[in-house]
Structures are given as structure tokens and as C-alpha cells.
């Protein structure tokens, strides 16, 4: 399938170490990805669903040990910890590499070993990198080929380049004493050891796009970014897209496949999902700043998932989609999770594969007692999307107009507010927080800081990737995106949100594409400009001037106490941390006073 001879020498290695029984190039083609399908449902890896109900749809379950992300055996492998940097576990390379090859050696044998081309973002388009995967998981082979552009295509365009990403992924024993996901930045080379989990093994999704994405960024030039892209359609027809971080928990997916509500609806707006999770954002050739969704497809949590919350998220998973640890509903061979609908079925398998009963259900034990593991996933093809943009497939990208950060925030963050300049749009985001929601996290209310939601996604060094925030502001001067900040959380005494959220969010967008355009005025605060409460549309919604007002307003007392949090963390940064953040984190304790 090529001649490129870094491929092929890396190929060997690889084989020499794993010893395969046989070795399969993956092409894209239906037919083989036909027969990979047949072959997990006779192995009992893949369950076939209702073909009526659920056409071309699977139910897989991983190890009950091999549910989520595992932060703690997540590295870093640069020669130097400071590279790595305070928030990322690290390790010495060759210290790692030989540890690694020590646990998957020899063990592909009996196994095939599937070698997975793959494009992240359109195939040829300047902002796509390459990657090629090895794995022993008909699962992996398949949900790739769903996250990713797969096949002798990738190949072709690769030609005998050497820049491409290496990953390596062996289930062993599926051992949680010796799972590792582990990245060599420097060597653009991934390798997962040990699990059999989408967001461990799946090596084009965090692993490549953000870890490893983020340094060749940083060292090129551009950006990786845990954000989603949405464009934005006014009544004239015109598109503005937005790209925006948020924490997980804090509707990130919801935002970018939004439906507006009724009254904005029938006056012509649209929201348009170019990305749900990632975007890759290049200085184009007019210099402005452009973005790619990365990906190919949607890997969504489903508990909470269902027609209300989310249409276009349901909808894009009703076909040719893989479900991960839901519940089997064995009267019609369909899935069900919590919060899909209010019927859980009678007659059911668990996310474990064993017998359930509903009316045993513990909110408290949600684990051990739902039909649906609090994580389980959804892989769903991004063209199932009933609001996907036009765009998505352009590998040129879509300008952005408008970067947003937002979080959970109960009493402290306005709705929304944009920030004076960009430089102070990068301190915005670089003391990004969170509130914790539920018991099983710890205790409520507790602020956890996530800078750009990059936390657990960084490949490099997080003061040097402020730096390299704020050298791209450089670069793109009055072309910049302009950078807002929204909180949808804010809380009454009684704990009730006062926003409506979801679609109603939409007009919260609205007045941010007016302050872009300089169609909308805005009081300067201490913190940065907030919205004349007028000029948030408010018709068809059951929401007074006075209580919009509330949640516009910036208490000097909550944000010195906020001033004293971000100091606190940006200690752990030393003397990486840019000293122009240090000058806006001093205006804003000076501004609180």
C-alpha cells in the first residue's frame, strides 16, 4: 500500500517486537470493513443491533477496569521534566520506550495486527496531519475508521513525507497495574499499552490531536485546541463562526450542535456544527486565523443524551454508529441509557453484559447499579449530523471570528463578557475554571482551574503554551479573533439556575457576533466588557430586565477572592509563566480593590 520507507522500516520493528500471527493493511474499502464487522460479532467483541431500529449499528463493552481516560497513567516523555511541565506526569523517553516494548512484546501473538492509515482533517488539506496506527482490536479498527479519514487515500497524499504521527496500541491483559498511554512529542510517536477504552486506544483522537498536536503547534507555528467550531447564520444568509473551550460537564457538545429557539428560528438563524471537541487553527493566507475539525466523527458521552438535550447528537447516532457500555435492550435489540427517555426497559443486559433491573438504580451507586456505565460512549459518523456544516469537509477551514471560554460558575463569572484585548483574552483563559457538580467528583463547589480546557491535554510545557497563545495574538494583530468568556451556571440562593441555557443560549451568540462586528456597545468592568442588558434579545423568554441584570453583574468582593485563587495557581507555572499574564492578574487585584 506504500513505499515510504520510514513506514516500512517502522512496520518491521514493530512487527520483530509484537510477532502477529498475520498483518492487515486497512483500506477504507466497505467491503473490508464489512467483513471486520462480521468477524467482532463472531468473536463476541461486536454485538450486531436491530437492523430496522439501528442500521449498521454495533454495542461493544469493555473490561469492567477499562472504562474511562486514565489521567494518572497518562505521559509526558520528553528528556527534560521541565518540558513537560508542572501538569503533565512525565517520564525519561528511552526509560519509558523500554518499559513499553517490554509489555507488548510478543503480544500480538495469535493476534492480527491492523495497520490503520489515517488523516486527521480533510484528506490534503493544509491544516491535516498524518498518523498511522497499529492495533490488535477489530474495535479500534472500526471506530477509527468512523473518527478518522482512513485508507490508501491517506497514503497516497503521505507519499515519502516523514511527517507522520507513529501509534502503537496493544490490549495486552488488558492490566490495569500496567496501562500506560504515553507520548514522545519529539519523536511524534504514541503508544497505549493495556486497555481496550475508545479515549485510551482511539490514538488519532486526544492522544494525536490535542497531545501530541499541541506541541507541533507550538513548534510550527499554529494551534490544537479543545474546542468545538460552530458557524453561525443570521437572517441575510451570512455564516460567523465561533470556536469555544469548555471543562467537561459544561455543554460543549450541546453548544456546537445548538438549535435556536423558536422566535430566533423562524427569524432565519441556524446554527451550523463544523467540530464538537477539537479544532486545529492556522493563519491563512489573509491572516486571519482558520479552523479544521480534526476529526471525522462524534465520540459523545451518552448518559443525559436524548431529544431535548441534545436532537442533533441523537440523531447523528441512529445509523452506521457504535454504542460503548450502554444497555442492551433485549425485547428489540435496541440500546438504552440514563436520561434517554423515562422508559428504561423491562428485560435488559447492563453496560457489564449481565441482567438488570431498573427499579434497583442508585443515583448514589450509579456504577455499580445503572444499565448504562456514567461514561458510556457513542462513535457516530459526523455526516449522520442533521446540522452539519457545509464546510466540514473543506480542508481549507472556516475563519474565526469570535473565541469563546466559559465553566461552571455559580456566583462569580457574568453570563457573558469579552475581554479587553487579546492578551488579556489569554489571562481570561489561562485562569479558566470550573465548579465541581456532583458528590462522586469530591465535594460540590469546589473551583477546579483547567486553562483552556487544556489541562489534561497539553503536550508540552502549560507556560510555554501560554507563551505561544499570546506570540499567535502577535502574528495576527487586528485580525484576531476577539475572546469572550460565558458562564450558563449562574445560581439563585436556592441553588436553581437563573439562565435558561440550551437553545436559548443562542442569543447570548447573537450579541457576541454584534460586538465582532461592532454592531453592540458594552460597559467596561474590571474584568472586561459586559453587555448592556438591553442589548441581550430577551422576546418569547420568561425572563425579566431585572433578573438578566443580576447575572450581568461583576461583584468586586467575589472576584478578589477569585484574584487570590488565580495567583495561587499560577505559582505552580514559576518563571514559565509569561510575565504579561503576571501584569494583567496585578491590573485585576488593583481594579477589584
Same mark, same amino acid.
Given at each position: ?368 447499579? &445503572? +444499565? %448504562?456505565?456514567?461514561?458510556? *460512549?457513542?462513535?457516530?459518523? $459526523?455526516?449522520?449530523?442533521? !446540522?452539519?456544516?457545509?464546510?466540514? =469537509? ?46 462522586? &467528583? +469530591? %465535594?460540590?463547589?469546589?473551583? *477546579?482551574?483547567?486553562?483552556? $480546557?487544556?489541562?489534561?491535554? !497539553?503536550?508540552?510545557?502549560?507556560? =510555554? ?69 438591553? =442589548? ?58
Amino acid at each position: 500500500m506504500t513505499n515510504n520507507v520510514t513506514v516500512l522500516k517502522w512496520l518491521e520493528e514493530m512487527k520483530a517486537l509484537l510477532t502477529p500471527n498475520q498483518v492487515m493493511w486497512i483500506d477504507g474499502s466497505q467491503e473490508q470493513l464489512d467483513q471486520l464487522r462480521a468477524e467482532g460479532v463472531k468473536t463476541g467483541e461486536m454485538h450486531k443491533l436491530n437492523e430496522e431500529k439501528l442500521p449498521g449499528c454495533y454495542l461493544h463493552r469493555t473490561a469492567p477496569n477499562d472504562v474511562a481516560r486514565v489521567e494518572d497513567r497518562t505521559f509526558i516523555c520528553t528528556p527534560t521534566k521541565e518540558e513537560a511541565g508542572p501538569t503533565n506526569n512525565w517520564c525519561d523517553p528511552q526509560e519509558m520506550y523500554e518499559r513499553l516494548y517490554n509489555i507488548a512484546r510478543g503480544s500480538y501473538k495469535g493476534r492480527t495486527m491492523y495497520i490503520i492509515p489515517y488523516s486527521m482533517g480533510p484528506i490534503g488539506s493544509p491544516i491535516a496531519k498524518i498518523g498511522i496506527e497499529i492495533t490488535d482490536s477489530i474495535y479500534v479498527v472500526l471506530n477509527m475508521a468512523i473518527m478518522t479519514r482512513v485508507g490508501q487515500k491517506v497514503l497516497d497524499t503521505l507519499g515519502d513525507s516523514t511527517d507522520w504521527v507513529k501509534g502503537l496500541h496493544a490490549k495486552v491483559n488488558v492490566d490495569p497495574e500496567n496501562r500506560y498511554i504515553c507520548h514522545f512529542p519529539q519523536d511524534n510517536y504514541i503508544i497505549s499499552v493495556n486497555s481496550a477504552y475508545g479515549g485510551n486506544v482511539l490514538l488519532g483522537k486526544k492522544c494525536f490531536a490535542l497531545r501530541i498536536a499541541s506541541y507541533q503547534g507550538w513548534k510550527e507555528g499554529w494551534m490544537a485546541e479543545h474546542m468545538l467550531i460552530l458557524g453561525l447564520q443570521n437572517p441575510k444568509g451570512e455564516i460567523k463562526y465561533v470556536a469555544a473551550a469548555f471543562p467537561s460537564a459544561c455543554g460543549k457538545t450541546n453548544l456546537a450542535m445548538l438549535i435556536p429557539p423558536k422566535y430566533l428560528r423562524d427569524k432565519g438563524y441556524k446554527i451550523w456544527t463544523v467540530g464538537d471537541d477539537i479544532a486545529w487553527m492556522k493563519i491563512g493566507p489573509d491572516g486571519r486565523l482558520y479552523a479544521i475539525n480534526p476529526e471525522n466523527g462524534f465520540f459523545g458521552v451518552a448518559p443525559g443524551t436524548n431529544e431535548k438535550s441534545n436532537f442533533n447528537a441523537l440523531e447523528s447516532t441512529k445509523k452506521n454508529a457504535i454504542f460503548t457500555n450502554v444497555a442492551l435492550n433485549l425485547d428489540d435489540n435496541t440500546v438504552w441509557w440514563e436520561g434517554l427517555n423515562d422508559n428504561p426497559p423491562k428485560n435488559a443486559l447492563n453496560w457489564r453484559g449481565e441482567k438488570w433491573d431498573y427499579t434497583k438504580y442508585d443515583k448514589a451507586n450509579k456504577v455499580q447499579t &445503572a +444499565g %448504562a456505565h456514567p461514561n458510556s *460512549r457513542f462513535t457516530a459518523p $459526523a455526516q449522520n449530523c442533521p !446540522c452539519l456544516s457545509s464546510e466540514f =469537509d473543506k480542508g481549507e477551514g472556516v475563519p474565526i471570528s469570535a473565541i469563546i471560554f466559559g465553566g461552571r460558575r455559580a456566583k462569580c463569572a457574568p453570563l457573558v463578557y469579552q475581554s479587553k484585548d487579546w492578551v488579556n483574552g489569554v489571562f481570561i483563559g489561562s485562569a479558566m475554571a470550573s465548579e465541581t457538580t456532583a458528590a462522586a &467528583a +469530591g %465535594a460540590v463547589g469546589v473551583v *477546579r482551574r483547567d486553562p483552556m $480546557a487544556m489541562l489534561p491535554f !497539553c503536550g508540552y510545557n502549560m507556560g =510555554d503554551y501560554f507563551k505561544h497563545w499570546l506570540e499567535m495574538g502577535e502574528k495576527l494583530g487586528d485580525k484576531a479573533p476577539k475572546i469572550f468568556n460565558v458562564n450558563w451556571f449562574r445560581t439563585d440562593d436556592d441553588g436553581n439556575f437563573i439562565w435558561p441555557g440550551y437553545g436559548d443560549n443562542m442569543r447570548v451568540l447573537n450579541w457576541i457576533i454584534d460586538r465582532c462586528e461592532g454592531k453592540a456597545d458594552a460597559t467596561l468592568t474590571p474584568i472586561g466588557y459586559v453587555p448592556h442588558p438591553e =442589548d441581550i434579545d430577551l422576546t418569547d423568554l420568561d425572563m425579566s430586565i431585572d433578573t438578566l441584570k443580576s447575572i450581568l453583574e461583576v461583584d468586586k468582593s467575589i472576584w478578589q477572592k477569585e484574584a487570590a485563587e488565580i495567583e495561587e495557581h499560577y505559582k505552580k507555572f514559576g518563571d514559565k509563566l509569561p510575565a504579561q499574564l503576571r501584569e494583567q492578574l496585578n491590573n485585576l487585584i488593583a481594579e477589584v480593590k
